[in-house]
């Protein structure tokens, strides 16, 4: 079992940055994705950015340029620097990270952000 403890988050103004943190305990080998993903009230869970082996491979369209993801793929940790948040961007953060085909996700971060 993979357990993954998300910290970060809260509210900001738009224009204004957050930097979300994740750490994987328990048995988190042979985890060579991870990522994060966000779900808006009444809406469908999305996939923000993702580590690949260390490496981004992946950011959404809404997001690039703004948000930077990061790891250590060692310490199986994952942050998503979150850069000229907007409103849009206010949802509930999810952590993710895949082992043998199955995903595990964090408890959820808030992210809030003021017009």
Do not use: H
């Not at 043998?100 to 017009?115: A, L």
């Amino acid at each position: 079992q993979v357990q993954l403890v998300e910290s970060g988050g809260g509210l900001v103004q738009a224009g204004g940055s957050l930097r979300l943190s994740c750490t994987a305990s328990g048995t988190p080998f042979n985890i060579n994705t991870m990522g994060w993903y966000r779900q808006a009230p009444g809406e469908e869970r999305e996939l923000v950015a993702k580590l690949t082996s260390g490496v981004a491979t992946y950011y959404a369209d809404s997001v690039k340029g703004r948000f930077t993801i990061s790891g250590n793929n060692a310490r199986k940790t994952v942050a998503l620097q979150m850069n000229s948040l907007k409103p849009e961007d206010t949802a509930v953060y999810y952590c993710n990270a895949r082992q043998f085909g199955i995903n595990f996700w964090g408890q959820g971060t808030q992210v809030t952000v003021s017009s």
